[in-house]
């Protein structure tokens, strides 16, 4: 189960940090990553961490989202800051055997729209 939360409404320019609660995949024992949508568009890939512990992002947010777990509560956080326009999705977590394309697991989703 994969439960993410801390989505909401945002101006360009600003930050939030999702999380996502995953039980009961240990996060150190399985690859995790963040992914989002937007209607009528293929899932995207946004970063993931690979079991050796490197981070992966696609290149629209490098240098403004970064990925970490904390093991004790075995969750996944996503921190967005600079956030743009282009930004707006629903926002899903995965977990197991995940690169830029898939993870095995999903969460549900939490939304994130970032306005002018």
């Known amino acids: 189960q994969l439960e993410e939360s801390g989505g909401g409404s945002v101006q360009a320019g600003g930050s939030l940090r999702l999380s996502c609660a995953i039980s009961?995949?240990?996060?150190?024992?399985?690859?995790v990553g963040w992914f989002r949508q937007v209607p009528g568009k293929e899932r995207e890939g946004v970063g993931f961490?690979?079991?050796?512990?490197?981070?992966t992002y696609v290149d629209s947010v490098k240098g403004r989202f970064t990925i970490s777990k904390d093991v004790a509560k075995n969750v996944l956080y996503l921190q967005m800051n600079s956030l743009e326009n282009e930004d707006t999705a629903m926002y899903y977590c995965?977990?197991?055997?995940?690169?830029?394309?898939?993870?095995?697991?999903w969460g549900q989703g939490t939304q994130v729209t970032v306005s002018s």
């Open positions: 995965g977990a197991r055997h995940c690169s830029l394309l898939r993870c095995d697991f």
């Open positions: 009961p995949l240990p996060v150190t024992r399985n690859s």
């Open positions: 961490v690979a079991l050796n512990g490197s981070t």
